[in-house]
């Protein structure tokens, strides 16, 4: 069944519909006046082809709205809607301005993200020249403030690509984004596609489930179409980051499920299987990565809460590779009641993935998670290519010494196998793209179940290149040409893992602090010269008070202890 609108009418008329005013583009915020003026001027930036910029208001208590309202004065593209009552979430301000949109094609802008140059002209030209109902393109997640940039599913939208229906490419399942993509109005409309109301976190990942259950024709386009911008230290943290609480975990579980069900309602029962895939992959080990930062209480509800939820999958979705990491993980999770080996499934689902010593075996020989879960079998390790094997490196840092030593472990005779030649070692800055130091050492055998490599690490010419963050990056060599991109886990121990200020001949000092990411990987920050040293002062004075709370607290006890030391005299 296809929306009012022929898709031959579409292809014919595609000529004047690029010309002429065809988009519509719904901004929603709430109490974001710092960003939705730019959010607006983006949409509004992408010139004729966009007809109207429809931005609700989600009852905004910090001047949001008469910002609106003055841009709105001098631009009569530009419509305000303001919510009486704030929804508690982004459905119902979607909806309302996909209710009021005249557009034949629409999308969405999220008040603190903008859209690129060009996002519009793009999608709409497939759009129109393909008859596709549904048209996305790459999302690019911008931190800020330091610029990185993070593509969003990048292999779904590396070359332009149509598709009868979403199912001739489940890999479609894993872009849950409502907001890089641009729809046929009459095509929601007809199939009565909208978001969750009110307060329902992760409402894009229902709303993309509705919009796959209807079979649209789908365009692909490899243009960058949507910037999403993460405020990692923002006041106030979107959904996506807030991740601390229960509640957070609560609600995503909750939008896969019902994602899920309205999938396989829908007879597509391939994308709702990549649907619960795309959960093991992404939700878990995303959140299992984050464990061991929380408190006990939250360990304890989130093992309940999520072995409760994988209880619902069939054996069909957890038999397809059950060694890979997010299958993993759930395993251990459904084999144990209460919760377990966190600092190790943290490196499991790390990416990439590195599973860790011991590497157990049962009775019969077979390789397991552990003695404790034999039941948890690792035999298809056994039979994966290496390139996809969990690898372990450990690497300790001695910036005093400047040097850096890998470890490299056996794994159930694999690495062995395929006999581990060289490694090629990767300082890369995390903020700076293009900034990278690299090395290749060999590797050594220093026992019959380890590796072992050295190579120097000059934190003068690191520090000159940039200051902050360095990530640590490794590719392994095999005998056979074979290479597997890891990550080190952080060793911790005397000296190690902690900040020093060291002399340096260039710059006169350098501030150096190796440290572990959540994923237990090695990764190094740096300062040099006057940076390192006002960063040193800066540091010393905010401890400052604590010092002298902490000397004056025990004031009363040292005085009593002096005085009762003095000799005693007698009258």
């Given at each position: ?6 898709r031959?009418a ?6 004047d ?24 001027r ?116 590396a ?39 009110g ?63 309205i ?20 939700e ?21 809460h ?9 054996a ?18 459904l ?8 600092p ?130 490794l ?19 005397p ?13 006169g ?9 959540h ?51 007698r009258?």
């Amino acid at each position: 069944m296809h929306p009012p609108h022929s898709r031959t009418a579409h292809t014919a008329d595609t000529a004047d519909t690029v010309r002429t005013a065809a988009v519509a583009v719904v901004v929603i915020g709430h109490d974001d006046a710092p960003h939705v003026a730019d959010a607006v001027r983006s949409a509004l930036g992408q010139g004729p082809a966009v007809r109207e910029v429809v931005a609700v208001d989600d009852c905004s208590t910090d001047g949001s709205a008469g910002l609106l309202d003055r841009l709105a004065a001098g631009e009569p593209r530009l419509r305000v809607i303001r919510l009486p009552v704030n929804s508690g979430g982004c459905g119902t301000p979607r909806n309302t301005g996909l209710d009021a949109v005249t557009a034949p094609y629409v999308m969405f802008l999220d008040s603190d993200d903008v859209l690129p140059p060009g996002a519009v002209d793009a999608l709409l030209a497939a759009a129109t020249g393909t008859g596709a109902e549904v048209t996305g393109g790459l999302c690019v997640r911008r931190e800020l403030p330091s610029g990185r940039e993070v593509p969003w599913e990048p292999g779904l939208y590396a070359a332009p690509a149509v598709l009868p229906r979403p199912a001739h490419h489940p890999r479609l399942a894993y872009d849950t984004l409502c907001v890089n993509k641009l729809y046929a109005t009459a095509f929601l409309r007809a199939r009565g596609i909208r978001f969750p109301e009110g307060r329902f976190p992760y409402e894009d990942i229902v709303f993309t489930a509705r919009v796959w259950a209807a079979a649209p024709r789908v365009a692909l386009v490899p243009d960058r179409v949507y910037l999403w911008h993460v405020r990692r230290s923002a006041r106030q943290l979107s959904i996506s980051l807030a991740r601390s609480g229960i509640d957070n975990w609560r609600a995503r579980t909750h939008a896969c499920r019902t994602a899920h069900g309205i999938l396989l309602d829908a007879g597509e029962k391939l994308l709702a299987r990549r649907v619960r895939a795309k959960f093991l992959d992404h939700e878990l080990r995303m959140y299992a990565r984050e464990l061991p930062l929380r408190d006990e209480a939250y360990r304890r509800e989130w093992w309940t809460h999520t072995r409760a939820f994988l209880a619902d999958y069939d054996a069909a979705d957890r038999a397809r590779d059950p060694a890979a990491p997010g299958r993993l993980v759930a395993r251990v999770v459904l084999a144990s009641p209460q919760p377990r080996d966190l600092p190790r499934l943290r490196e499991l689902a790390a990416r990439p993935a590195r599973l860790r010593p011991p590497y157990a075996r049962t009775a019969d020989g077979t390789p397991c998670w552990s003695s404790a879960l034999p039941g948890v079998t690792l035999e298809s390790l056994l039979t994966r290519p290496v390139r996809q094997l969990p690898l372990a490196v450990d690497a300790e840092l001695r910036p005093r010494a400047g040097r850096l030593r890998l470890r490299l472990h056996e794994l159930y005779g694999r690495t062995a196998e395929a006999g581990p030649t060289e490694v090629e070692v990767e300082w890369r800055h995390r903020d700076r793209e293009g900034i990278a130091v690299r090395r290749t050492v060999p590797w050594r055998a220093s026992s019959p179940h380890t590796w072992t490599a050295e190579t120097p690490v000059c934190l003068d010419r690191l520090a000159g290149l940039a200051s902050g963050a360095w990530d640590l990056r490794l590719r392994l060599h095999f005998r056979d040409g074979a290479t597997r991109p890891v990550t080190a886990h952080a060793l911790a121990g005397p000296g190690l893992l902690r900040r020093l200020v060291l002399p340096s001949p260039r710059h006169g000092l350098v501030l150096a602090r190796p440290y572990a990411t959540h994923s237990g990987s090695l990764a190094l920050r740096l300062a040099a010269g006057l940076p390192a040293l006002t960063h040193l002062l800066h540091t010393r004075l905010r401890h400052l008070p604590r010092l002298l709370h902490t000397r004056l607290r025990h004031l009363p006890r040292l005085l009593h202890t002096r005085l009762r030391h003095l000799p005693h005299h007698r009258h």
